[in-house]
């Protein structure tokens, strides 16, 4: 069993204008809390247990994920669940910070090897770790539109039937004001929808001046039937799975997705029309994806593996169609859907799968042509995004990429992986990287 956490923000524009005053206060003195007690933590040496010590000006970098909140005073008029949630954020925001420290200082000695060995190292690239080293090392500082996490200590939803407000948010206990201050919160699509998949309220909250934010949680049971399947992002077709014949695009209020990210492209980065055409691409994303997923593609499957693209660079000539195509929201939206319904997924590196024939293996550049996909040696006619998508869902051997490009083998052609089926004559990996062109 795994548990799953989902988020739905509720606006507080419904507030009256006391009430908000009282609020703003409130989250003012809370974030100076939090940041008293990171600048605590920052600059001085915690031994929270036996040899664990958080001491960042020396590189001790265990931090703790609670403690007292008596372990600094200083003048406020919060009360004492107030401080108390305001130190667990704190080491809550130190902990993330330690960890990036961790890997960069991990980098910092990598690169010390690397400059022992007399490596070629660019001075460009030497720039860029030491940048985001002073980034890093920086202390944080909470910004005017922080969000103070609280806890059911603090924040209690109540129930409320008879109003035009589906519930009360009563924030108590804070000490800044007598009693209980209620604001008015309406529920909507998302939050119904959540309930409605079996979802739980849990009592963690993230409040800021304009909005609460309210969590979900459900207990979620990995699938150890069905089979594994692969699937493919692709730029006219959003997804592919390989349980489907052909790949389709799928129109959402009128829009299909690469129409979307075409209008998209053609808006100024950070303008009105280019955020409302933002929220259009995503509308249309999630409807299509929505609409492939409810048609129960995924009903006996236990695993996905998708593509993995997170590490994909765009040059300066690509064109802006293809850097707005957002893959990376279509793997968090698929990982989503498949982590409700208990369907594990698994990342891959997807190069020269477009490029493989799924039936026998074949390799070749050419073997890709636009929206269809023609085999060069048994003249095998698919789809190409369902034919990479194939070539996803087989445990595919990694190949040492470099050697095939440095050969041209993905000109000329060759065999990749063994396919059930097939004659014993198709080559094993070693025989591709000992330079093995396939069958003449």
Known sequence: ?????????????????????????????????VQRYIDFLWNNRIEWKENRILDVQND????????????????????????SSSVTQACGIVQSKTKRLQKLLWIIEKLKEEDSRKARLTQKRKEKELQEIRKALA?????????????????????????????WLLLGSVGLFNGKKLFPVKNHRHSKKLEKKGFKRLGSFLLSKDSVEIRWGKEVEKRDFGETIGCDSGVNSVISFSNQENSEEIRVNGWT????????????????NFHRTESLRRCVLNGTINYLLDSGILSNVKQVNLEDNSKLKYKKRTSLYLSRHAYGDIRKKINMVC??????VSLSFSGYKSQRCSACGWTQKSNRKGKGSLCKKCACVIDADINAARNNALDLEFLDF?????????LSGFYWGEMLGMEPRVPSLDQV??????IS
């Open 1 to 33: 069993m795994s548990r799953i956490i989902r988020t739905s923000r509720h606006s507080l524009k419904f507030t009256n204008p006391g009430k908000k005053q009282s609020l703003h206060i409130f989250l003012e003195e809370y974030r100076t809390a």
């Open 60 to 83: 001790f970098l265990d931090c703790p994920r609670m403690l007292d909140y008596k372990i600094i005073s200083f003048e406020t008029k919060l009360s004492a669940r107030a401080l």
């Open 139 to 167: 202390r944080p500082i909470l910004s005017e539109n922080f969000k103070a996490e609280l806890s059911s200590k603090n924040i209690v939803l109540q129930e409320n039937k008879g109003s035009s407000f589906d519930q």
């Open 257 to 272: 997705y690469s129409e979307a990210v075409k209008l998209l492209s053609r808006k100024k980065k950070g303008s009105k």
């Open 339 to 344: 982590e409700e319904l208990g369907v594990r």
């Open 402 to 410: 470099s050697l095939v490009k440095e050969r041209g083998q993905n």
């Open 433 to 438: 990287k000992a330079g093995y062109f396939g």
